[in-house]
């Protein structure tokens, strides 16, 4: 406990090195909230953005391989019009790329069980792409991801090569993605402070958290099965369904890990 307090003020002590140098406005209550608490520590966020990332001109790789000769003609966090995003290549000489990136939050956490609650709740918001990994120094490090990405090639060497009317549609479903992106934060924040307050309130002995270890995962092999089976009856539906915001279903499997 006492190494992970100091790695944790360590972190919290440094300066912000990204970009913007500071905590994105929507992704600010939860990384709050979990710093606020003495097992969880965040080392990355963004609550997502819209991003017009143009490579060098003679440049073939993605700026995502080439982050140094990458630069954003445009960027913001919030939905956007066909006209930000032509007025933004306006300044294009490169190969430029529209990219929706949805929230992602890392979280160092002091146990595994704390990593374990943080996933469940991500699960449940729809953050399907959300995973744990433990370092070979034993740090635990739960990351919040989801799937509804989008990456769309517009110019090739300054050259626009895609009509305004297809633009103008790209950017529909881009803010539909970002009211999307909103809403699974909403409902992660929520369901956290459910959460949270439910693991304060459980005293559990040693014996009980080994019971409560083994409770997780037999429900994620058994959520792993009936989806599987649920996919195999569905396998026409394309569309991804959306989790349902109730707050006190998804308290039902907190208590189960908790208590």
């Known amino acids: 406990m006492a190494a992970f307090r100091q790695r944790k003020a360590q972190r919290l002590a440094r300066a912000d090195a990204s970009r913007k140098g500071g ?3 929507r992704a600010a ?3 709050r909230l979990l710093n606020g608490r003495a097992r969880f520590c965040t080392t ?20 995502e391989i080439q ?15 066909k006209d930000d995003v032509m007025t933004a290549l306006e300044k294009a000489t490169g190969d430029v790329v529209l990219k929706f990136e949805p ?16 996933h469940s ?28 990405c989008l990456e769309v090639p517009l110019s090739h060497k300054g050259k626009l090569m895609v009509s305004e009317e297809y633009i103008e549609f790209l950017i529909h479903v881009a803010n ?14 929520k369901c956290l402070e459910v959460a949270l307050k439910t693991a304060i309130s459980a005293n559990n002995s040693p014996s009980e958290e080994m019971e409560n270890r ?18 195999t009856s569905l396998k026409d539906h394309n569309e991804e369904l959306e989790p349902e915001d109730d707050t006190e279903s998804n308290l039902a499997i907190f208590a189960e890990i908790m208590i």
Not at 105 to 118: N, S
Not at 122 to 139: D, E, L, M, P
Not at 177 to 189: A, V
Request: overall charge positive; charged content about 25%; glycine content about 6%.
């Open 44 to 63: 990355s966020s963004c609550s997502g953005r819209l991003v017009l990332a143009q490579g060098g001109a003679a440049d073939t790789n993605s700026c």
């Open 103 to 118: 929230f992602v939050l890392h979280v160092l956490c002091q146990e595994l069980q704390d990593a374990q609650l943080l």
């Open 176 to 189: 539909r993605k970002m009211e999307e992106n909103t809403r699974r934060i909403d409902r992660f924040y």
């Open 23 to 25: 905590l994105d406005e």
């Open 67 to 81: 982050k140094k000769n990458c630069t954003w003609l445009m960027v913001t966090h919030e939905t956007c019009t």
């Open 214 to 231: 083994s409770v997780y995962i037999h429900r994620r092999k058994r959520k792993t099965i009936q989806e599987q089976d649920a996919h």
């Open 121 to 148: 709740v991500a699960i449940n918001s729809g953050f399907r792409n959300s995973g744990i990994t433990v370092g070979r120094g034993g740090k635990i490090m739960m990351a919040v991801r989801s799937t509804h």
């Open 29 to 31: 209550p939860v990384v």
